[in-house]
């Protein structure tokens, strides 16, 4: 009777203890997510309110630049412990470890990133740095949705630009 109420009681605590520990990973669904642009920001309507300030000389470039770094309107995440990925159409996967160093990522030749990931409770959070770009994008799971919540700051920008966006779970 002792063995099995030792035994009660250390599996009671091993549930408790895992019941509020989960990994922030564990909360995004892994699977694939389409744009939901009813329930989403402009996103390209507040970089064209970003760069109203910058020199018409630099601004086809800056747009692109940041045109290019927003996310496209369906991709695919996969979360498995502290390991976290997520592929934007034809892109190189992102692969990161939660809470680890950052890894090298190109979006495209001339836009390389470091690129490190960390939990927020029960988001993870993705922070791309570059020559003159810094953009950290929180991802939250509700229900079958992903909510995406994005800043962009830049010695280029006057302000820092800020967008939600949210995806629907793709069948």
Not at 25 to 35: D, H, K, L, M, T
Not at 116 to 136: C, H, P
């Amino acid at each position: 009777m002792r063995h099995w109420t030792l035994s009660a009681a250390i599996g009671a605590a091993i549930l408790i203890s895992g019941s509020g520990s989960a990994n922030p990973a564990q909360r995004i669904v892994s699977g694939s997510y389409v744009r939901d642009p009813e329930r989403s920001d402009a996103a390209f309507q507040a970089i064209e309110n970003a760069i109203a300030g910058v020199s018409n000389a630099k601004r086809p470039l800056v747009r692109m630049r940041l045109r290019k770094s927003i996310a496209t309107s369906r991709f695919r995440i996969s979360s498995s412990g502290s390991r976290f990925s997520i592929k934007y159409d034809d892109k190189t996967p992102i692969v990161v470890w939660i809470g680890g160093d950052s890894i090298k990522w190109t979006l495209v030749e001339s836009l390389v990133f470091d690129v490190s990931a960390k939990a927020n409770g029960e988001a993870i959070s993705l922070t791309f740095r570059g020559d003159d770009i810094e953009r950290t994008t929180v991802y939250l799971g509700v229900g079958q949705q992903l909510v995406e919540e994005t800043t962009i700051i830049s010695p280029l920008l006057s302000t820092p630009i800020s967008y939600k966006l949210v995806y629907n779970r793709a069948n």
